[in-house]
């Protein structure tokens, strides 16, 4: 009996030192994320409460964490200074189209490498994949002319600019696929069982009609990833647009941004600045915390096979 009673005392003994382990490391790794989620949120933070501090507050050191007089001639003061709803309007276009072409253009190609059989196949697939590698800096010179030249011959042709000067260099790229995205699609069309396509084509359905009534709809988690990303750069594009668009109707609101950036703008609009930059963020939080399940899901399953 006093044998069996010291072995049960180990045994809880050892459960109960299990126990406190697991809690200490789970303690752990929840002190370590919230603190990471403390340090990646305060910037974001600052930004939104510095929109709404006086001139005089942001001035002052040390930095208040909560707007002493809450105010709101930072936001009046930002749509004086630059045409923020223009350009968010003009943002929100190029973005519409940028996502439009690449969900439809990648989930083509994705869907041709993934499920048709022709020659070259996989060489194709592979020198896509190497595109990846080429830095994109050193086909900007390259690409201008040619934006350039393009647009001379559309004009030309059919009296429309869609080259320099116009949106045109920062939608048409993105119908010509991305080799990431297509990559990514490939990998999720390639989990699609075979069995739905082959009924499929039992019933007399078409490569198209496969590609929009079976794979589209059962591919929604990969598509807002692309979609997703693709909003994302189109948002957030400040090179594009500067280097292709000269009118200031036509900018973006990042390079509105950009406006707040000189010596002069950076003191006196100072609280201006943060409140554009707020702004300018707020469309992309809002698309991240409405479709963050689709994009993390998209991710993993993307990768599967």
Not at 36 to 60: D, G, H, I
Not at 130 to 155: C, E, H, K, Q
Request: hydrophobic share 50%.
């Amino acid at each position: 009996m006093a044998v069996t009673t010291a072995t049960e005392s180990r045994a809880y003994a050892r459960s109960r030192a299990a126990g406190n382990r697991e809690r200490l490391r789970l303690g752990v790794v929840y002190g370590m994320m919230i603190l990471l989620t403390v340090v990646l949120a305060y910037p974001f933070y600052y930004l939104a409460t510095a929109s709404f501090k006086t001139v005089e507050e942001l001035f002052r050191y040390p930095p208040t964490l909560i707007p002493e007089t809450w105010t709101l001639d930072n936001f009046r003061g930002a749509f004086e200074v630059v045409p923020l709803l223009r350009m968010a309007l003009n943002t929100f276009i190029i973005c519409i189209l940028v996502v439009t072409g690449s969900i439809l253009s990648n989930s083509l190609a994705a869907f041709a490498i993934a499920r048709l059989r022709f020659p070259f196949k996989n060489i194709i697939f592979g020198a896509m994949l190497t595109t990846l590698m080429i830095p994109g800096w050193i086909s900007l010179v390259p690409a201008y002319l040619f934006w350039r030249d393009f647009g001379r011959f559309t004009n030309g042709l059919i009296g429309v600019n869609m080259g320099v000067n116009s949106i045109g260099p920062l939608v048409i790229p993105s119908f010509l696929t991305s080799a990431f995205a297509v990559f990514l699609m490939r990998q999720y069309f390639m989990t699609i069982p075979k069995e739905l396509e082959e009924a499929a084509r039992i019933d007399g359905a078409s490569y198209f009609r496969i590609y929009w009534n079976i794979f589209l709809p059962l591919s929604f988690p990969v598509l807002a990833v692309i979609g997703i990303g693709a909003f994302m750069g189109g948002w957030n594009d400040v090179l594009g647009p500067l280097i292709y668009l000269s009118k200031p109707e036509s900018q973006t609101i990042m390079v509105g941004l950009s406006y707040f950036n000189s010596q002069h703008m950076s003191v006196i609009y100072r609280g201006s600045r943060f409140a554009a930059a707020f702004i300018a963020a707020i469309p992309v939080l809002a698309l991240y915390f409405v479709a963050n399940k689709y994009l993390i899901r998209g991710i993993v399953l993307g990768g599967l096979k």
